[in-house]
């Protein structure tokens, strides 16, 4: 209920900021009764809420670097809406049994940035462990727009694609060449949902600017709301927290 609250919550204030927000192959979304990685380059703060509202009505847990929690407000927060706290310096197993055990038994899928930081292109083969133990797709998407802050209130376009589940259930071997092989599908979605994106980039458009006049009353309501909730949440942290020790 929480989740679902504040991934509206969010996604509207996000809209009252930029309106021009745009969404793409959305129909090529796996069935929300099947678990699955969704997984996206990782450029900016505000893409996962992005993608987690293009794929409502799923929900999902994400991986969240553990000074993410030490707010109390904050961490409440996140928690209550899918995060568990990792160890970049040390992830142990535990960031791989966790998300394995959530998508075997929960009806949660996974959030995931195979390449870590946000500006990295690498990817790494923690999506490849998780998807081929849960057994299941990955479901790519990609976020092109606005970087920062200033882009964002600009009004900015933003574009967010959705390409075809990849299936990994053929590759018989996590090894060098299996991970590779893992890496290369992921990649090349990602860079076609790129080219796709970039290709809607270039439409221009005024009409956003129309909508700040509606806009705005909306933007000052939302964060009225959402420093309501931010106290909220930290009154709640008093009286009751998440489960965050993963490794349980």
């Known amino acids: 209920m929480f989740y679902t609250y504040l991934r509206n919550l969010l996604s509207v204030l996000l809209w009252a900021i930029n309106g021009n927000i745009h969404y793409h192959d959305r129909e090529k979304m796996?069935?929300?009764?099947?678990?699955?990685?969704?997984?996206?380059?990782?450029r900016t703060f505000w893409d996962p809420v992005f993608l987690g509202y293009a794929a409502a009505p799923k929900q999902f847990i994400f991986?969240?670097?553990?000074?993410?929690?030490?707010?109390?407000?904050f961490g409440w927060w996140i928690s209550k809406c899918g995060a568990f706290p990792i160890d970049r310096e040390n992830p142990g197993t535990a960031a791989i049994k966790y998300p394995v055990k959530m998508l075997k038994k929960s009806d949660r899928s996974l959030v995931m940035f195979p390449s870590g930081s946000?500006?990295?292109?690498?990817v790494k083969g923690g999506v490849a462990v998780i998807a081929k133990t849960a057994k299941v797709k990955l479901m790519p998407a990609?976020?092109?727009g606005p970087l920062k802050l200033k882009g964002l209130l600009a009004g900015d376009r933003i574009d967010v694609?959705?390409?075809d589940p990849i299936d990994i259930s053929d590759i018989k071997r996590l090894d060098q060449a299996g991970l590779a092989e893992v890496a290369h599908r992921i990649e090349s979605e990602?860079?076609?949902?790129?080219?796709l994106n970039l290709s809607f980039q270039k439409k221009k458009s005024i009409f956003h600017y129309l909508t700040l006049i509606y806009r705005l009353p909306i933007l000052l309501v939302v964060g009225l709301v959402l420093i309501l909730t931010y106290l909220f949440s930290y009154l709640a942290s008093f009286v009751w927290q998440p489960k965050t020790d993963i490794s349980e």
């Open 63 to 73: 991986m969240a670097k553990k000074e993410l929690f030490k707010d109390r407000g």
């Open 161 to 163: 694609a959705f390409g």
């Open 118 to 122: 946000r500006h990295s292109s690498e």
């Open 190 to 195: 990602f860079n076609r949902l790129d080219q």
């Open 142 to 144: 990609s976020y092109i």
């Open 30 to 42: 796996l069935p929300k009764e099947e678990n699955y990685i969704l997984i996206s380059p990782h």
